[in-house]
């Protein structure tokens, strides 16, 4: 039986604390860590006031290659811990780079009581995706500007 093996940390936040190191098989281990590491998150307003309650957040969610995104369980996916809504829901390239990304929408009002005081916020898009049989979690962040 092989031993677990470490194969890389994650500093989510880049802020030099590791919040997560992956220990495990070497496939799977690798697999996660791309996707820890590669998803990427755009968030749509850039600029969101605290005073419009009203309306939806927008994530373009892209998977690093090899992952398929048709794959992701769209029920899983949060923004800041806070659940998509269901509807709509849509696969394309919105930034067309040939890659295609799915996107997810969030009541804003429910989003804003998640975001810290300041002028910048990082917002983090996390959910789960079937890859070779098996259920990885992934993760991205955008930053945004926080008008008040």
Known sequence: MKKPMTIGNHDKSSNGVIEKTITTGA??????LRLLTGTIVDVDPDTLSR???????????ELP???????ID??????NGIPANAKPMAIGDYDKDGIPDL???????????????????????SG???HKGK???????DVIKVIH
């Open 27 to 32: 496939e799977s281990a690798s697999d996660e």
């Open 51 to 61: 005073k419009d309650k009203k309306g939806v957040i927008t994530a373009y969610i």
């Open 65 to 71: 290659s090899g992952f398929n995104i048709n794959t």
């Open 74 to 79: 769209k029920t899983s996916i949060t923004l």
């Open 103 to 125: 996107m997810a929408k969030f009541e804003r009002g429910a989003i804003l009581p998640t975001i810290p005081l300041g002028d910048t916020a990082i917002l983090t898009v």
């Open 128 to 130: 789960t995706v079937l």
């Open 135 to 141: 259920t990885f979690s992934f993760e991205g962040q």
